[in-house]
Every structure is written in structure tokens, then in C-alpha cells.
């Protein structure tokens, strides 16, 4: 089961950070990822992140002002956001899955609006 949690409402400019936490006890052999989906729009595609944390994929519309990282000990990962921009508002969820690519289990979502 995931959680995710964090969003809010933040000016344009601003910062979020939000949280994923998984739990049981296979956190540490699931790839995980952020996704996202605006009002009106498909869900797509923000960050994935491999089991070590050590590899990072990030949509061209995010790299540069959102950094993904994850803790194992805590079961947790993180979506730190700057530089928010009123695109970026949407609900956020997290993903996770043994296979890279597949996202077989799904957070409930967080919504992060972003005000202009």
C-alpha cells in the first residue's frame, strides 16, 4: 500500500515536497515513480526511480526544478518541487513495481495546486 502526502496550495515560484510511504517489508526491491494528472488531462509520466535510488528518469517538463530521491530505511520516497508553475498543478501519486516499466501498485494521490 502506498501513501502519498504533501500537496497543497503554493503561489507560483514556490516549493513542495511531497512524501510517498510504502508499506510492508518490500520496499527496498520495488522501482518506484511519480506520476501526475491535471484537471481535464491524461495522467502522465513525472520521475521514475530505481530500487538503489541510484538511477533517475525525469519528464523534460520537470528536469532541472523537481529532484526525486528515495529513503529504503523508510520505506519512503520524496518528490522535492521548485520553481512551481501553474502547469504543475495537478494530483500527484506514486507508483512502485518489481519490473522497470511497470507500475503495478498505486498511491492514492496528493493534489498540489499552483496559483498564478
Known amino acids: 500500500q502506498l501513501q502519498a502526502s504533501g500537496g497543497g496550495l503554493v503561489q507560483a515560484g514556490g516549493s513542495l515536497r511531497l512524501s510517498c510511504v510504502a508499506s510492508g517489508s518490500t520496499f527496498g526491491t520495488l522501482h518506484m515513480g511519480w506520476f501526475r494528472q491535471a484537471p481535464g488531462k491524461e495522467r502522465e509520466f513525472v520521475v521514475r526511480?530505481?530500487?538503489?535510488?541510484?538511477?533517475?528518469y525525469y519528464a523534460d517538463s520537470v528536469k532541472g526544478r523537481f529532484t526525486a530521491s528515495r529513503d529504503n530505511a523508510k520505506n519512503t520516497i520524496y518528490l522535492q518541487m521548485s520553481s512551481l508553475k501553474p502547469e504543475d498543478t495537478a494530483v500527484y501519486y506514486c507508483?512502485?513495481?518489481?519490473?522497470?516499466?511497470?507500475?503495478?501498485?498505486w498511491g492514492q494521490g496528493t493534489l498540489v495546486t499552483v496559483s498564478s
Open positions: 507508483a512502485a513495481g518489481p519490473r522497470w516499466g511497470h507500475d503495478d501498485f
Open positions: 526511480i530505481t530500487r538503489s535510488g541510484g538511477s533517475l
